[in-house]
């Protein structure tokens, strides 16, 4: 560090005995072992809302511990676990938005911006029965495909219980669920016109449980078990019911089966979790002989729909057109017999599945390096694969995204039961450098408006020509599934056929990836009419190899991407070029304004903004306490762990090369040194000058802005008990109240055991500056300062002190009025029921009038800028003070 700048100083040192070398003598660099990066300090969930979402995750996620400070996806989390982390919320009162799971990643970002609502009083949420309900963009889908038999066309789960069922409970449970997820009560028609309508039907009524019913009894063996739940599949009608068809099976050879079929018209992926979760509830309860209670409902399908048709024809869907028609188009898929026909009857599937160890390495290991999720890092995998089955570089693949978008205010589909799968081409380039493959899947993704739901919208509801997704690669990846149910698990056996053997397939291949139980598993399906097994295998066998260079190239390297800091308009390149490595990289953003100018002053001086009695940069400021009895072990940790908590202790101020605008730099790891001085061997005179000498020069050395943590730490010893405590820190951080709150959290956590409360983020202040009308602010202070074309100077009246070359120089004058009576202040201030400030302003307007013979005058007043609408700014940290233009005539 004395002789690199902080930017080339290695971020891990690894000792080994030698280097390893390859067979011609030059260094291995794969057989280098991976530096043991040291995780950040595990930071235990507060009480309340965080503790709430740990155990959430926890149990989702599989994790046995998790900090509040842990991010999300870098735990393996993903699109559709976050809706299962909303949905159980909203049970447990805690209100979140699919947008907020991806905009804040942490337990302690989460309960920031959570809403705590009262379980008391539920919300009902009213269905329309007898009102047509309009298709969504996946139904429209689905009724433009050439089926004969639509009624065929299913998802389905086997169940083997846990436990011996108790069949009135289990039948009590399936009508409550029935009822409450109206979506499964659905009935399809095609009118005259061709054209389909869906409508609900009334609540399931406890007499409509026969044999024929809702559920069906069977006693068969294993051997017999596939032609039974055939059965139970063709058994469903669009028309007339059921869509939902439960077969109960008792197994000769002992044991019990559960088959659920559901048309797949009214479920999808998310519906299945959601469903198994208030069966297994509703079947306790029933049990216990309780009252079935599942909970509040979220917005109907119907009233998701509505509000879809509505934003069909918005201006913000028609914006999107131009990037769905713009979509470059790729190359066909290599195939064996292009005449071959592509039905259900046909169909082939091959598989493919990763270890256990691998896998983990996969969801827990590499989402973190590029800050992607586990989506990003298959498609990266599944294109690169295609390039070297097909020899082509760009590749056109079918998106299914859960649908479910943060789209309408009011509207939660978070536990809602229906189809809300999305569909959407997006067109991929196998890069041949990983790193460039990774950054570009990744920004191409992100890139995609509405999460896809665009292309449906325009193409299905308002019959835009765009680009059809006939011979595309169908790519799902369905998320974790895991046996979490206490009562259900799945069965090995296979749940019969879920459609029609006429039916078309879907794509011209179609892979579908989960990981289920801790392992990665791929199913690719496709005509044997039209696909030779060997070749798809070959396809495979790429996509394993291509899967695990993913992996072993994100445990070895990071980066970060332009839609990281979507409040900066960066490059790749830009970014690339910081001098900061990715991993260090916790967030960058904008500064404020406040911040530009104290940054733009710097660095107009050289950081030679003085004050002339002092000699010191007017921005940086310190503080001085006097403690006795200081802990200084206690001490240092509680600095540490200060600095940890508040992003904005560990900002460095950036200027990046080809832009304008500086950046604020939040550092993951920003070690702040506390440095100890004894000064007990002085004579007392002589340690009192040598105190007041250190704290000139602690502030009189200047801060290199581009390097955090902008602060200092000195604790003096001046006796046995006596401390002096001196921190130095630059105003681009803290304003006064911040500091402040600083030193009482330091103090009180060095003191006692006390736990600080949640603070907010620099950042959300930050963002919510961005957000505001900047053409309105624009207008409102020209119209304020209208007609003011002279500032206030006091020069003609008053003597300005000059150098001794004449030049003028800044200078300060302090008057302290001893005949004014802080009580005849307050008094006054009282009698015109303004606030002694205000007073004070007054006074001052009157006196800028009189000195400079001006009625209309101006002068700065400074206001504590903590009035934004920004959640907990009244406990965040940074500089929030301004400097306000005050316009008297």
Known sequence: KQRLPDYMVPAHFVTLDSLPLSANGKLDRKALPDPQIQQRAFEAPLAGVETQLAALWQDLLGVAQIGRQDNFFA?????????????????????????????????????????????????????????????????????????????????????????????????????AVLNHHDALRMRFVQQDNGQWQQRYRAEHSADENTADGLIWQRTTSLNELT???????????????????????????????????????????????????????????????????????????????????????????????????????????????????????????????????????????????????????????????????????QAMIALEGHGREDLFDGVDPARTVGWFTSLYPVSLHAHDDLDVALKHTKETLRAVPHGGLGYGLLRHLRGEALPALDGCVLFNYMGRLQNSSRLFNLAEE????????????????????????????????????????????????????????VIEHCRRHAAVTPSDFPALALTQAQLDALPVAAWDIEQLYPLTPMQQGLLFHTELSGSEVVDPDSARDLYINQVALDIEHLPVARFKSAWAAAVQRHPILRAAFLRVSGSEQPVQLIRRDAALVVRELDLRELEPG???????????????????????????????????????????????????????????????????????????????????????????????????????????????????????????????????????NSELLNSAARRQRVTVNTLIQAVWVLLLQRYTGQQRVAFGATVSGRSAQVPGIERMLGLFINTLPLVQA
């Open 494 to 549: 296979g749940s019969g056929a879920q459609r029609a053997a006429d039916a078309p397939l879907n794509g011209e291949l179609s892979i579908d990836a989960q990981i289920r139980d801790g392992q990665f598993s791929l199913t690719c399906s496709f005509s044997s009419e039209r696909h030779e097994s060997a070749s798809i295998q070959r396809l495979l066998d790429a996509y394993g190899e291509a899967l695990n260079e």
């Open 227 to 393: 032609p039974d739940c055939d059965e139970a599949q063709a058994s469903l009608d669009l028309r007339d019911g059921p869509l939902l068809r439960a077969v109960h099976f008792t197994l000769a050879e002992g044991g019990e089966r559960l088959l659920l079929v559901v048309h797949h018209l009214v479920v999808d992926g998310v519906s299945w979790r959601i469903l198994l979760e208030d069966l297994q509830n509703a079947y306790t309860q029933a049990q216990a002989g309780l009252a079935i209670d599942l909970g509040d409902k979220t917005a109907s399908f119907q009233r998701w729909a509505n509000r879809l048709l509505d934003f069909a024809y918005s201006d913000a869907v028609l914006a999107e057109a131009e990037y769905w028609r713009n979509l470059p188009s790729a190359p066909a898929l290599p195939c064996a017999n292009p005449k071959g026909e592509a039905r259900q009857s046909n169909v082939r599937q091959l598989h493919l599945q990763l270890d256990a160890a691998r896998t983990e390495k996969l969801i827990s290991e590499a989402p973190a390096a590029y800050r992607t999720q586990i989506n990003d890092l298959l498609l990266t995998a599944l294109v690169r694969a295609m390039k070297r089955w097909s020899g082509e570089s």
């Open 686 to 820: 002589g340690s009192d000058q040598a105190l007041a000498d250190v704290l000139v020069t602690e502030r009189e050395t200047p801060f290199d802005l581009h390097a955090a943590p902008l602060m200092r730490v000195l604790l003096v010893r001046q006796s046995e008990t006596l401390w002096k405590l001196v921190w130095t820190f630059h105003h681009i951080l803290l304003d006064g109240w911040s500091s402040a709150a600083v030193l009482g959290e330091v103090i009180q956590a060095a003191m006692s055991d006390a736990t600080p409360q949640p603070a907010g983020h620099y950042g959300d202040y930050v963002e919510w500056l961005l957000s505001r009308d900047a053409e309105g602010s624009k207008a409102f202070w020209q119209s304020h300062l209208a007609g003011f074309d002279q500032p206030t100077m006091m020069a003609a009246a008053l003597t300005a002190p000059t150098s001794s070359t004449g030049e003028p120089l800044p200078n300060q004058v302090r008057v302290t009025s001893m005949d004014l």
């Open 75 to 175: 735990l393996g989390g993903d699109s559709i676990l976050s809706l299962q982390i909303i949905s159980r919320a909203r049970k447990a009162g805690i209100v979140l938005s699919p947008r907020q799971m991806f905009e804040r990643q942490t337990i302690a970002e989460l309960a920031q911006v959570a809403q705590v609502v009262s379980q008391d009083a539920p919300a009902v949420e009213r269905i329309e029965l007898n009102r047509d309900i309009p298709l969504t963009p996946i139904q429209h889908w689905f009724f433009q495909q050439p089926m004969r038999n639509r009624s065929h066309w299913n998802q389905s789960l086997l169940l083997n219980p846990s436990e011996a069922l108790d069949l009135p409970a289990l039948t009590q449970a399936l009508h």
